[in-house]
Each structure stands twice: as C-alpha cells, then as structure tokens.
C-alpha cells in the first residue's frame, strides 16, 4: 500500500501544481495570472487577481504538499477549499458528468485527498519521516470542514461588495458628501 498512497500523491498533487502553475505562471501551456484574473472575473469571483493568486498559490502549494506527503490534512484541505469554490462557480450548474462541464471530477479530487488524510500519506512521505503523520477520522473531517470553510470564505469575499476606497479606483463614483459648512441652511 505504501507504493499505491506514493503514486496517488504523485499524480494527484502533480497535476495540481501544474494547474496552480497554469495560473500563476503561464507554465505548462497555462494562460498566466492575468489571463487568468480576467477568466475569474468573468465568472463572478472578485477581485480576479486576488482570487487567482490565492486559487494557483492553493493549487500549486498544496499539490506540492500533497506530492511530498508533508502536512497532508492542511494540504488536503486547501485543495478541497479550491476544488468546492470551482463546483460553486463552474461546474454545479451543469450538473454531475465531466462531459457536460459537471463536477464529478472536483468531487474525484476531493474524494482521494480526503482518503489520503483517512489513511495517511504513507511511509514514504514526509510527513512519515518526520514522524509526524496525521490521519485517521478526525483529521479526514477537520479537513474536509476547513476546506468547506475556505470555499465559503471565497464565496463570501468574491460576492461583497468592494470598499469604497476600491470601488472608485475601478472606475466608479462614490456619491459626493457634502461639508457640513457647504449644506444650504433651511428656508422659512
């Protein structure tokens, strides 16, 4: 079983960090932070940058973790937190299959980093050598709310409204508040 867990980390948390690359960098035929932003911001998820550095840090970071086997259940769970904000804001509204744009391979990811917390990353981690593996029940579902809690906390901080302060460097007016010297005084 060592070499099954060491393969699934490889796989699954290589192809994550290709894809937080993609974003990031432009790396592995990726379109690059920019490109990415305005695709973010394209589907609602405010400020694009914003959200496309913390979604390409999430994925590239915990897909690196996730490879190593180092801190498995932290890594587990911003990956969940990415993978639960992309069925939000992508794929729910087209249903479960991958071949309609659904969500069934999101629910795939979380489902094995999630086992890979249940069972541990394996002696042939990090974490391992460490000695400091952490798995089991309790650690699978302190990941799998964190990771629920991070997507909400996107979900939450892309649909506010920007602060004033932003809002008119985009470009929009703040409403003008007069100087209570400059209000007219009342008539009689």
Do not use: C
């Not at 840090?57 to 932290?74: D, S, W």
Request: proline fraction near 5%; hydrophobic fraction near 45%.
């Amino acid at each position: 079983m060592k070499i099954g867990r060491l393969l699934l980390r490889l796989s699954v948390g290589g192809f994550f960090f290709g894809h937080g690359a993609q974003k990031l960098f432009g790396w592995f035929d990726g379109n690059g932070l920019e490109a990415t932003a305005e695709g973010f911001e394209a589907i609602g998820l405010h400020p694009g940058k914003a959200n496309a550095i913390v979604a390409g840090a999430a994925e590239a970071g915990g897909g690196a973790m996730l490879a190593l086997g180092l801190e498995t259940p932290f890594a587990a769970s911003v990956l969940t937190a990415t993978m639960i904000t992309a069925i939000e804001s992508v794929h729910a509204k087209n249903g479960p299959w991958a071949t309609k744009g659904g969500y069934e391979y999101n629910v795939v990811l979380i489902a094995a980093v999630l086992m890979l917390v249940e069972a541990g990353p394996g002696g042939l981690s990090l974490d391992a050598a460490r000695g400091r593996e952490r798995s089991g029940t309790g650690w699978t579902l302190a990941a799998l709310a964190t990771g629920a809690l991070g997507a909400l906390a996107a979900h939450l901080a892309s649909t506010s409204p920007p602060p004033p302060a932003a809002a008119a460097h985009q470009g929009e007016q703040a409403s003008p508040v007069q100087d209570s010297s400059e209000q007219e005084a009342p008539t009689a």
